[in-house]
């Protein structure tokens, strides 16, 4: 690596792009998108107009577009960032009825969790809207808890929630 780079940003990601290999998200929900592909726009033959009044069983005929959950997360998108930079970026999906093993699991000797250079974790997992699961997997990996290496690491939690 030289360290004759242009300025602090470029030096900070060279650096970043030296040290780490490897990020593991913990979603309970994460989402797989294939990108939409949008063709040629076409003028419909018959156009039909509706006022925003009129209802059809009980529904207003003109409806907004799907709206998005903010608890998710478009995890192809967000992989394939890393992945242009040259780090490997993977998903864990804690199933509701074994959460507490996948903790114990994640962080253990083996864990994925363990051995990653970032864990970034959803605050709410499957429900636990105070971040009980994700608080108690920050705690195993930062005192060494379940065989998890006591090491420096860098841990991000992001979520949705706006009532916290």
Request: charged share 25%.
């Amino acid at each position: 690596m030289s360290l004759v780079l242009s300025n602090f940003d470029e030096m900070s990601k060279q650096i970043a792009k030296d040290f780490l290999r490897s990020v593991v998200v913990v979603d309970d929900h994460p989402v797989f998108e294939d990108e939409e592909v949008v063709g040629k726009l076409e003028t419909p033959d018959l156009v039909v107009e509706a006022t925003p009044n009129e209802t059809v069983a009980g529904e207003t005929a003109m409806q907004s577009g799907p709206t998005l959950d903010p608890h998710t997360l478009p995890f192809n998108r967000f992989s394939e960032s890393f992945a242009t930079v040259g780090i490997f970026c993977t998903v864990l999906t804690p199933e509701k009825e074994h959460l507490d093993d996948f903790v114990a699991r994640s962080v253990g000797e083996s864990g994925l969790a363990n051995r990653a250079d970032v864990v970034i974790l959803d605050w709410v997992l499957h429900g636990f809207k105070e971040g009980e699961k994700t608080l108690d997997i920050i705690g195993k990996l930062a005192q060494g808890d379940g065989g998890a290496k006591p090491r420096k690491r860098l841990l991000l939690v992001y979520t949705g929630e706006s009532d916290l």
